[in-house]
């Protein structure tokens, strides 16, 4: 079929052609939402409510503090790890499901750090980022930086990053899915790039874990944190997660050397002394309920594993969500043309999981239209999210694609939502301009 002519009907028969079809019904959607926006909180696992219910009621109600070694509470973080770990291109026993993304980007860079302070390299005291990665990543990397005295590097775009990757690099600290454009780096040339200067890598792969296939181990990459509450489906502020390539695990004691990391917690002796592995990557008690939220929802990744099981199921979710993905492209192009600017990459290799616009019209991008057209689309029941540009950059419509739950049909309907906003201008309402506190 030829993509600029995209029909409802084109897009019936792709669905019905869609192995994954089924998986939706894992999830509970509610009554006229399209929801594009998976990749800030995805959606909640049919299976969550009950689960959650059986672990407040019977762990906690009936078991008791007995449930730590009876419901087995105290390998949830590991076990959790350990699915994920198939998601991710890791092994068994590399991932722990533990703390904030913040918390554990903390703990993994101040590892690296530790490395090459060790090393004895005193030149080599740069860590490199790119200006456009997620605020918190940046954030943490200023306070770590400040406090060690390391020197924080930023980038403006990729084809900046071969010239900053110089011998006093350090760490070359990178998200591997840009959170605002959907743009994807190749991590196994960054990484190899990264370490032909003996910097080491850490990727933070918030917008990569249930989204895009990642291969940590065969990257070869050195250190990994990533979100459970977006493509994982682990629920507003799940647990997220850490991952240590084998050969660097046992090597450092982490920052945040709280008694779940020690290696024998339950003896309650005066000193610290490291678990082996990624397992002292823990800091205190872990959140048992969010734990057990966020099982559901790897379970929903895991439920594609049947449809591919050579390569894992982030195979056939990769191929629907490209397939996704074009569609939208191809739609918008077609039924929009000229209103809007493409900034996800066309390129598939290049491409993560997401469409972000910008308004093509010089003055709109600078101003109120992205906002407001978000805001005009979730008052349709179009569910997609706004990120702030700034004097080089545009504002953004952002709109995440996720394959388990997601239709081309919706994909046609929200497109023609989008049509109607725009020749309707229903966009220019003031109540569609007033800004809300979380965007
Ligand atoms: C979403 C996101 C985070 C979130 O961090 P929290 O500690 O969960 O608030 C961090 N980094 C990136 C790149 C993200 O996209």
Redesign the pocket.
């Known amino acids: 079929m030829n993509p600029m002519t995209m029909t409802l009907d084109d897009c019936r028969a792709l669905d019905r052609a869609d192995p994954l079809r089924d998986l939706r019904a894992l999830f509970t959607l509610p009554e006229g939402v399209i929801y594009l926006d998976g990749n800030s909180l995805g959606v909640m696992p049919a299976a969550a409510p009950a689960r959650i219910a059986e672990v407040v009621s019977q762990e906690w109600g009936t078991g008791l503090i007995r449930s730590w070694n009876t419901a087995r509470w105290i390998d949830l973080p590991q076990r959790l790890g350990n699915k994920l770990a198939r998601l991710i291109g890791a092994a068994p026993d590399e991932v722990m499901c533990t703390d904030?993304?913040?918390?554990n980007l903390y703990k993994v860079l101040f590892a690296a750090m530790s490395q090459v302070i060790d090393s004895d390299d005193a030149t080599r005291r740069t860590v490199v980022s790119e200006r456009s990665?997620?605020p918190?990543?940046l954030y943490i990397a200023e306070s770590l930086c400040r406090e060690r005295g390391f020197t924080l590097k930023l980038v403006d775009s990729v084809d900046a990053l071969p010239a900053a990757l110089t011998p006093e690099v350090a760490v070359l600290m990178l998200?591997h899915v840009n959170?605002r454009t959907g743009a994807m780096h190749d991590m196994a040339a960054v990484t190899a790039a990264a370490h032909a200067v003996g910097a080491l890598t850490v990727w933070?792969l918030?917008?990569s874990a249930g989204a895009v296939p990642v291969t940590l181990n065969e990257s070869n990459a050195d250190f990994a944190i990533g979100?459970g509450y977006?493509y994982l489906n682990g629920g507003p502020g799940a647990p997220?997660f850490v991952w240590v390539n084998t050969r660097h695990a046992s090597r450092f004691e982490q920052p945040l050397s709280g008694w779940f990391g020690h290696a024998a917690p339950f003896e309650f002796t005066p000193h610290y002394r490291p678990a082996p592995g990624v397992a002292r990557y823990l800091c205190g008690t872990q959140p048992i309920i969010s734990l057990s939220a966020l099982e559901c929802g790897l379970d929903t990744l895991l439920a594609a594993e049947p449809f591919n099981a050579d390569f894992g199921p982030m195979a056939a979710l990769r191929t629907k969500s490209l397939a996704l993905t074009d569609a939208f492209i191809a739609v918008v192009e077609a039924r929009c043309p000229g209103r809007f600017t493409l900034v996800t990459p066309r390129d598939h290799a290049r491409r993560g999981s997401q469409v972000c616009l910008s308004m093509a019209d010089a003055a709109e991008a600078q101003g109120n239209a992205a906002y407001a057209i978000v805001q005009a689309l979730i008052a349709r029941g179009v569910i997609g999210d706004f990120r702030a540009g700034d004097a080089q950059t545009p504002h953004i419509l952002r709109f995440g694609f996720t394959p388990l739950y997601l239709s081309f049909e919706d994909v046609w309907n929200s497109v023609e939502h989008l049509v109607q906003v725009m020749e309707k201008e229903e966009w220019k309402r003031p109540e569609f301009n007033q800004k809300n506190a979380v965007t």
């Open positions: 904030s993304t913040s918390i990665n997620f918190t990543d998200t959170y933070d918030a917008h979100c977006k997220a």
